[in-house]
Structures are given as structure tokens and as C-alpha cells.
């Protein structure tokens, strides 16, 4: 069942993806030699702001309610099996990037090449950053209080004449304990989106103009490719399994 804020950002989602689309669409046409450099930046810059709306009212939808980034409906199953901490994993644009190398898509210098990998590494710890601290939130959901709320519950359920009193007590103390829960997953998703709009950005910064909507072109792609790929396999049922793996070589450019 959908909450309130689940079936806002569904809505909002579907028309997000469809302007995505759209922009590929654009991507897809442009002649390279028929716009300046001014051109090209622009249109890059016009994606990276569909980027940060898409961020921009998910926190403002999280803030209402988190857990519904971390079980989303409006993703097919094959998103979600792909999703880290409510969104893509960030070292996966440095596919992109490789799969632009061997299929000579962008000639990269060597000093491109060395700030991206510099980048890669960099991105790869922030990474494990937040996956230690999301850890450490779900370690906590087994802390000491927590524990006392459980056995406490558990009393009170087998004493009918503290009920009443109990349940209610028990009650304050549980929303208690959960809005901190909520809070530090909010602040899980929130790390992990900042290190993918560092990954995002990182990348733009070494490319240019043209490479950058090569590099776009890519990563709009395969967000929409595993989206209809996982929708198509959601409707069908015994469907075959798809491997991602290849899409970076045989489909993207």
C-alpha cells in the first residue's frame, strides 16, 4: 500500500523520467559539430539541473517520510535489485566513462585518464563511508534501549492490568527511539546522494563540453534501458534474466 508521500513522488518520478527521455532524445540527435562550446555547456548544464531537481524534491519527500526511499513502489524489481542506499551506486559511472574509452566514443589524454581515476578511488572510499555508517544505523535497531522496549512490551502484554498504562508508556517511549532511527536513515540517504552528485560532478569537471554529453548520453541510457528492461521483465513473467554487464559495451554507445 502506497503512503501519501510514496504516490506524490511516484507521480513526480514518472514525469521526471519522461523528461530524462526526452533529454536523451535530444542528446541522441545533436550534431556534435553543428553547436559551439557555449552550446554544448548549456545543454550539459540543463541536465545537471534536472539532476539536482530530482535530488532537491526527494529530500523534501524524505523529510515526511524516509522509509519509503528505502522499499520504493514506483521502481521495477530489477531497479531495486540494482538500488544502493535509495539510489545508484556512484563508482558505476566509471563504467560509463570506460565503456566511452573502448568504444573510442571520447579520445581521453592521459591527464583526463589520471584525474579520473584519482576521482574513482576518491568516490570508492566515500562509498565505504557511508556503507560503515548505514551499518552502524542497523546495528542500533539491536542496541540497549531498543532491547528494553521489546521486553518491556512483552510484560505488559502479560499483565492485563498494566495494559493500558504500559501500552501507552511503551508507546511514547518506541516513537521515541524510531524518529531517531528514521533521522539517522535520512541522514544515510542524504551521504549517499551527496556522493553521487560528487561522483556526477567529478567526472563533468575532467570532461569537455563534447565528451560531457557523450558521458550524459551514457549514464541517461542506462538509468532508462534497466528501467524499461526491468519493467518489461515485471510484465513478463519467465522472462529471461538480463545481465547488466554487457549493456556498458553493446548497448550504450
Known amino acids: 500500500m502506497k503512503s501519501p508521500v510514496g504516490e506524490r513522488f511516484s507521480e513526480f518520478f514518472d514525469k521526471w523520467i519522461c523528461q530524462l527521455d526526452g533529454y536523451l532524445q535530444q542528446l541522441v540527435r545533436v550534431s556534435r559539430e553543428g553547436l559551439s562550446e557555449s552550446e554544448q555547456q548549456t545543454l550539459v548544464s540543463k541536465l545537471t539541473a534536472h539532476y539536482k531537481e530530482y535530488y532537491t524534491v526527494k529530500w523534501a519527500a524524505a523529510h515526511e517520510d524516509v522509509l519509503v526511499f528505502y522499499c520504493p513502489v514506483w521502481l521495477s524489481k530489477l531497479e531495486n535489485a540494482y538500488s544502493w542506499l535509495t539510489g545508484w551506486k556512484p563508482s558505476m559511472i566509471f563504467g560509463v566513462v570506460e565503456s566511452m574509452r573502448r568504444k573510442s566514443v571520447a579520445e581521453l589524454t592521459e591527464e583526463q585518464v589520471r584525474r579520473i581515476e584519482q576521482l574513482r578511488v576518491k568516490i570508492k572510499l566515500e562509498e565505504e563511508k557511508v556503507e560503515r555508517e548505514m551499518e552502524r544505523q542497523q546495528v542500533a ?80 541510457m542506462l538509468q532508462i534501458q534497466i528501467r524499461k528492461w526491468g519493467q518489461n521483465r515485471d510484465n513478463q513473467k519467465g522472462s529471461n534474466p538480463i545481465i547488466l554487464g554487457e549493456l556498458h559495451n553493446n548497448v550504450i554507445f
Open 141 to 220: 535497531m539491536a542496541d540497549r534501549k531498543v532491547v528494553e522496549l521489546v521486553r518491556k512490551a512483552r510484560r505488559i502484554r502479560n499483565d492485563e492490568l498494566l495494559v493500558v498504562v504500559g501500552n501507552h508508556q511503551v508507546e511514547g517511549l518506541v516513537e521515541v527511539a524510531l524518529k531517531g532511527v528514521l533521522a539517522g536513515l535520512e541522514r544515510v540517504m542524504k551521504a549517499a546522494d551527496c556522493v553521487r552528485l560528487k561522483a556526477l560532478k567529478g567526472v563533468l569537471d575532467v570532461l569537455n563540453p563534447s565528451q560531457s554529453l557523450d558521458f550524459l548520453a551514457g549514464t541517461c
